[in-house]
């Protein structure tokens, strides 16, 4: 073992002096062929172009206007017409189809008039946007620029089923945890009680260099009465951090 790896040793040791003994002339001679070679391989195998189609996943979603409570219906790498209609005839809409009366969608030629048709049997009438009219669907594409911020534009989608488990996990969190400022700051469909505000104020403190965060509630600090009623001056914060001291 040790004999190999002195040879091994004497060998790379050989090689460098090889290298430092080459002229300048015969180091960029070789690194010409070698860029001539990659001309070739690169002109003989050209680089495949790819379309929107082959990278975009589909995501089929409803948002409701009034609660902004958002159902995924589905997701596909090749969108036509019947798989929209068999995503409707499935209708994972919480069994609430029967409160909605229009579905306002897009101009695209995967909405046929068999979609239309199958809406329309189940008392949903299917409005059309007016021509170059993105407003028409503000809330959808509102959606659409939050999940690509907070979610998509961080992550690596590998395929459509990684799409759709991430989407799924994320609009569990945006109906029933994440505040909206168009419902006061209350998720569409929260699945716990909603705190009342009161008089107390809540303060964070950082444990750990930040790696964990505790919040507490004070109900003896008292805002100042001015029109900056929300903050504290620094020696209203300083006076609070000695008594939470002398409480501790």
Same mark, same amino acid.
């Given at each position: ?7 091994? !040793?004497?060998?790379?040791?050989? *090689?460098?002096?090889?290298?430092? *003994? ?29 379309? =929107? $189609? ?20 589905? $997701? ?6 019947? =798989? ?8 994972? +809409?919480?069994?609430?189809? #029967?409160?909605?009366?229009?579905? !306002? ?17 189940? *008392? ?8 170059? &009219?993105?407003?028409?669907? &503000? ?5 659409? *620029? ?9 992550? +690596? !989608? ?26 006061? +700051? ?7 009680? !909603? ?26 600090? $008292?805002?100042?009465? #001015? ?22």
């Amino acid at each position: 073992m040790a004999l190999r790896l002195l040879h091994l !040793i004497f060998v790379r040791l050989g *090689g460098w002096l090889v290298l430092l *003994g080459r002229s300048t002339a015969a180091k960029d001679v070789e690194q010409l062929v070698l860029r001539h070679e990659v001309a070739v391989l690169r002109r003989s195998t050209p680089r495949p172009r790819l379309d =929107w $189609t082959d990278r975009a996943v589909l995501v089929f979603l409803v948002v409701e206007v009034a609660t902004r409570y958002v159902h995924i219906l589905g $997701t596909t790498t090749n969108p036509d017409g019947a =798989w929209t209609v068999q995503q409707v005839r499935n209708r994972d +809409l919480d069994d609430r189809a #029967d409160d909605f009366r229009f579905l !306002i969608r897009d101009r695209a030629g995967r909405f046929t008039a068999s979609f239309d048709a199958v809406l329309a049997d189940t *008392g949903i009438q299917a409005v059309k946007v007016p021509p170059r &009219c993105p407003t028409a669907t &503000c809330y959808a594409e509102r959606f659409v *620029g939050t999940v690509r911020h907070e979610v998509t534009d961080r992550l +690596l !989608i590998i395929n459509d089923h990684h799409l759709r488990s991430v989407l799924n996990r994320y609009v569990s969190h945006y109906d029933h945890r994440r505040p909206h400022r168009a419902r006061q +700051l209350t998720p569409p469909r929260p699945d716990r009680p !909603i705190p009342q505000s009161s008089g107390t104020s809540v303060r964070r403190q950082s444990v750990l260099g930040g790696l964990d965060q505790r919040v507490r509630t004070h109900s003896s600090l $008292t805002p100042r009465s #001015d029109n900056m009623a929300n903050f504290w001056t620094p020696q209203e914060a300083r006076q609070a951090s000695d008594e939470e001291a002398l409480e501790s």
